[in-house]
């Protein structure tokens, strides 16, 4: 079909869109789009009503407009008899601008859209056109007419949009083709042969060309994708054809794979040529058989692929096979994978966060050092998360621990599990359980007025060994303060396991209790959140641990007293006096964050420059000052980083009430809870200061001072006056904040001077501290 040029006057696309451009108001717009997307006339126009939409089609909503018939006598088009009913095709578009209109203006179903003349709308149409050509300064747009709008349905329906003919006559609402030939112009010689070129094609039947076409359709969506392959193969699995989308998802050429069997396609692991003939087989019965598998390329790389096998039917004198139907599903399989394997991350996390709650439950509640670690162990394997938890408690002697608390795991396994290279982990039996008694419980010593000597209790006698003090770890073996992860594997209770450790150190401070070992056969476990609350659940323990032995020290209604003696030379004052032949008494020690501490120190039989000038030297130590020259001394503050004994001592539960450090040696008086395990606490203070040892201790009652001794002690240090001085300024209001009383207001009141005042409340507060903390003081 040939479609006639326009001419000059013609209303073209861009032409048109100006007069749409020009129309001022929403019922110009739509008369205007009416007579030029859908071809009404203005007296159709006139009697149109909202009813007359017809939805025909719910999804995707198509419409039609239903245009009833009149009896007005002014007709723009001689073509159709007044009485005559006709459909035409709504544009959904232009449907909602038309119905917005309705609702808007709130117009009835059966009232006309539209209540005027059909004279009033071309009247309305030639305004529109007249505007138009103004603001275009375009004279042949002042002669458009609803006809002109018509015309141009006509064309667009016809050249634009290639409409049938008897369509576009049918919804025009024109008589005959006569009035569409003047947009049609006579076929030329190509064309006609162009438009009979079909016959050419082959005298196909009708049943054939529609399976053609059902075939081409199939083809092309196929061949549209480079994931799926459809493949013919025989009765016995070899490949008859394939389309091109095959070449593309399994890299073959036809001329290549034809009569091959098609069990190439499939990974090794995957399936075999038997194997395949049972999957035919299973087809055959249960057809069609679907199922995923792993295929691989012409290169050899494997792709994820979802598998269609469906039995041809076997038509006389052809033989009958297999259609086999591969689609590459990688893409989704990867994402699938991805997700299942971010799903098991997820709840991995989720079990390993519920087991750190449950620890973090048991911790509040336990009430003793073994009861600690045991109650950690259990909520640590309580779950998916780990399947086994022990604690190796720290020790300097020739084994690596005295005993293990363990759960979901016998302590002696546990060394099975170890590398080879932890040689001082690897020891059994009786190194892994803590001893029944020794030496140290059977026989303590006791105290004597008499100075400590070496014979006391040393290392052999509390750990119960043979080996003598150890300087670190085992060859190999990691330190106890350091956090590890190693892949293990070993024989535990008739089962073979294979899995990840952890290990983190079990510490409070710079006191390192033990370590925290956990293994799991999750996969990605321990990452670096993992781990940092692995540790932090280290730390917990390590303060339960203190916080207990401190708790049963208060509690407890005996105590033990303790004598330890420290040679250690990493101790700054043990080698300052040994250095310089002086004498430290250590006062008081104010702990100010978890690795620094405030020491008070009488300094005697030596200089404060030359102790500050070792002091310097020394990365312990980091600052240094005098506070008061006595005649027989002074007193100095250190400012220490790290670990001390009495520090050590103290993070283990134990009460320092004296240290002395002369001649290169620290002696140590303190006290701890009568139910305490003293061979920890030795221990522990061994594991920092190796050369260190007990000599002595002492079960004693718990002398407990009431209140009210303690005030009436507190009365015989105050004089008269500043006991009166404290009393007014406490009861003035002196010591609130905001103050309600100012020092002079007290000091008028009490009928003294300021300075006065200041001078008692000084001296008393000063009594007053000195009772509470130096009460052994006179």
């Not at 790389?301 to 076997?314: D, G, M, N, Q």
């Not at 293990?404 to 302590?411: C, K, L, V």
Request: glycine share 8%.
């Amino acid at each position: 079909m040939t479609i006639a040029e326009p001419d000059s006057s013609t209303l073209t696309r861009d032409r048109y869109d100006r007069l749409l451009e020009a129309a001022e108001t929403y019922r110009e717009a739509l008369v205007v789009r009416l007579c030029g997307e859908v071809g009404v006339r203005p007296a159709e126009l006139a009697r149109l009503s909202s009813g007359d939409i017809d939805r025909v089609t719910a999804d995707p909503p198509r419409y039609l407009l239903r245009i009833p018939n009149g009896d007005f006598e002014e007709h723009a088009d001689r073509d159709t008899p007044p009485d005559r009913t006709r459909t035409a095709y709504l544009p959904t578009d232009l449907q909602r601008d038309l119905e917005r209109y309705v609702r808007s203006n709130d117009i009835a179903a059966a009232e006309r859209i539209f209540p005027v003349t059909p004279r009033r709308i071309q009247m309305l149409v030639s305004d529109v056109a007249d505007r138009a050509s103004e603001r275009a300064n375009d004279d042949s747009l002042s002669s458009v007419s609803s006809s002109d709008l018509r015309r141009y349905f006509a064309r667009s329906s016809l050249v634009t949009h290639e409409i049938n003919p008897r369509v576009v006559k049918t919804a025009g609402g024109w008589k005959s083709f006569e009035a569409l030939e003047s947009y049609l112009s006579e076929p030329t010689d190509d064309a006609i042969v162009e438009a009979f070129e079909v016959v050419e094609d082959g005298a196909r039947s009708t049943d054939n060309a529609a399976e053609m076409r059902d075939d081409s359709l199939v083809g092309s969506i196929l061949a549209a994708t480079d994931r799926c392959a459809l493949i013919r193969l025989d009765s016995d699995g070899y490949v008859e054809r394939w389309n091109r989308s095959a070449v593309s998802t399994l890299g073959y050429h036809a001329g290549e794979i034809v009569g091959t069997h098609a069990s190439v396609f499939y990974a090794e692991d995957e399936l075999t040529g038997d194997e395949l003939e049972g999957k035919l087989a299973e087809a055959t019965t249960e057809s069609p058989l679907e199922d995923d598998s792993w295929f691989v390329h012409r290169d050899g790389s494997r792709f994820r692929a979802t598998e269609l096998i469906v039995p041809l039917r076997e038509e006389p004198g052809v033989r009958g096979g297999y259609a086999l139907f591969i689609h590459d599903i990688s893409n989704h399989h990867e994402q699938l994978e991805s997700e299942r394997s971010r799903n098991d991350r997820l709840e991995g996390a989720n079990a390993v966060t519920r087991r750190f709650r449950s620890v973090a439950q048991e911790l509040l509640e336990a009430s003793a050092h073994d009861e600690v670690e045991t109650d950690c162990c259990r909520a640590l394997v309580d779950g998916p998360a780990y399947q086994y938890a022990w604690i190796d408690r720290t020790t300097r002697t020739g084994e690596r621990q005295n005993w293990r608390t363990s759960s979901g795991i016998d302590p002696e396994a546990a060394d099975r599990l170890l590398p080879d290279t932890w040689d001082g982990a690897t020891a059994g039996g009786d190194a892994a359980r803590r001893p029944s008694g020794s030496e140290f419980d059977d026989n303590p010593p006791e105290f004597d007025d008499s100075p400590p000597t070496s014979s006391g209790v040393g290392t052999d006698d509390v750990t119960g060994t043979d080996g003598g003090p150890s300087t670190g770890p085992a060859a190999g073996e990691p330190s106890a303060g350091e956090t590890v992860v190693t892949s293990v594997a070993g024989q535990v209770e008739n089962e073979y396991v294979e899995g990840t450790l952890a290990r983190v150190c079990v510490s409070y401070g710079d006191t390192v209790y033990g370590t925290l070992s956990v293994v799991t056969d999750r996969e990605g476990a321990f990452d670096r959140d993992e781990l940092a609350w692995l540790e932090t659940i280290g730390r917990q323990v390590g303060y339960a641990i203190a916080a207990v032995r401190r708790r049963n020290l208060l509690l407890s209604d005996t105590v033990v007293e303790l004598e330890f003696v420290c040679r250690d030379e990493q101790s700054f004052f043990v080698d300052a006096s040994a250095q310089l032949g002086c004498r430290f008494e250590i006062d008081s020690f104010v702990p100010v964050s978890e690795s620094t501490q405030l020491y008070y120190v009488t300094l005697q039989d030596g200089s404060p420059a030359t102790v500050f000038e070792l002091a310097e030297a020394d990365p312990g130590i980091d600052d240094c000052r005098l506070i008061e020259t006595y005649e027989d001394g002074w007193r100095v503050e250190f400012i220490v980083e790290g670990s001390s004994p009495t520090l050590t001592l103290t993070e283990y539960g134990v009460t320092v009430l004296e240290t002395v450090v002369e001649g290169g040696t620290a002696t140590i008086a303190a006290e701890c809870a009568g139910g305490a395990d003293l061979r920890t606490i030795v221990d522990g203070l061994r594991s920092v200061f190796p050369d260190s040892e007990l000599v002595g201790k002492r079960e004693v009652e718990r002398t407990v001072q009431t209140a009210h001794e303690f005030r009436e002690g507190l009365a015989d240090r105050l004089t008269d006056r500043q006991e009166s001085a404290l009393r007014a300024a406490y009861f003035g209001g002196y010591y609130d904040w905001p103050r309600e009383s100012t020092a002079e207001e007290v000091a008028d009141a009490m009928g003294v001077s300021s300075p006065t005042l200041h001078n008692h409340l000084r001296k008393g507060q000063h009594e007053l501290l000195r009772t509470f903390f130096d009460a052994s003081q006179e």
